[in-house]
T-cell receptor, first 114, second 113 residues
Framework: GAGVSQSPSNKVTEKGKDVELRCDPI?????LYWYRQSLGQGLEFLIY????????KSGLPSDRFSAERTGGSVSTLTIQRTQQEDSAVYLC????????????FGSGTRLTVV | TQLLEQSPQFLSIQEGENLTVYCNSS?????LQWYRQEPGEGPVLLVT?????EVKKLKRLTFQFGDARKDSSLHITAAQPGDTGLYLC?????????????FGKGTLLTVNP
């Protein structure tokens, strides 16, 4: 596609429920990233996928968070047993290579846990 | 952990004024980027600087990378309401991960008509 597409754009869920967030990167971009943006906290790195290499999961805050990327394209970020502190905007980005020279971000998914 | 400190955190000015926002670190970065983010949208890349002392211009925006590659500034001339947004700097640490960017917390700029 022309840009990075994320869905849903907004998600309200009850505490304890599982949620899935989807990212469709720019076609041909081998690198895909998930970041979390909380009010006043800046962007926090979550996970990085590059081609067929093992993902860098070092930013995932707990084992309730997981992500996969199928066929080197679409990625899904799953949060199990959501907590109120998980409320944030989840941003996906992609780049042609390692991204050291810039990402293209999606519009994000605003997650609210009530 | 490489930190990027942005200042000021908030800035409200009148249309036509000039402004400068700053991005500082104690670490050396091999490249540094500036993004602008509008409400409900993801950050959009404005510029990447890679050489110490480098200056890049994008219409009314001037970006500078410090000689030691530890800091950067963004200067806007004759600000317009369309410049309103959250300005984020992000850097790739020298000797660090080849792909992971460290982001500052941003400067929220409001340009009043």
């Amino acid at each position: 596609g022309a840009g990075v597409s994320q869905s849903p754009s907004n998600k309200v869920t009850e505490k304890g429920k599982d949620v899935e967030l989807r990212c469709d990167p720019i076609s041909g971009h081998t690198a895909l990233y998930w970041y979390r943006q909380s009010l006043g906290q800046g962007l926090e790195f979550l996970i990085y996928f590059q081609g067929n290499s093992a993902p860098d999961k070092s930013g995932l805050p707990s084992d309730r968070f997981s992500a996969e990327r199928t066929g080197g394209s679409v990625s899904t970020l799953t949060i199990q047993r959501t907590q109120q502190e998980d409320s944030a905007v989840y941003l996906c980005a992609s780049s042609e290579t390692g991204g050291g020279y810039g990402y293209t971000f999606g519009s994000g998914t605003r997650l609210t846990v009530v | 952990t490489q930190l990027l400190e942005q200042s000021p955190q908030f800035l409200s000015i009148q249309e036509g004024e000039n402004l400068t926002v700053y991005c500082n670190s104690s670490s050396v970065f091999s490249s540094l980027q500036w993004y602008r983010q509008e409400p409900g949208e993801g950050p959009v890349l404005l510029v990447t600087v890679v050489t110490g002392g480098e200056v890049k211009k994008l219409k009314r925006l001037t970006f500078q990378f410090g000689d030691a590659r530890k800091d950067s500034s963004l200067h806007i001339t004759a600000a317009q309401p369309g410049d309103t947004g959250l300005y984020l700097c992000a850097g790739k640490a020298s000797g660090g991960s080849n792909y992971k960017l460290t982001f500052g917390k941003g400067t929220l700029l409001t340009v009043n008509p």
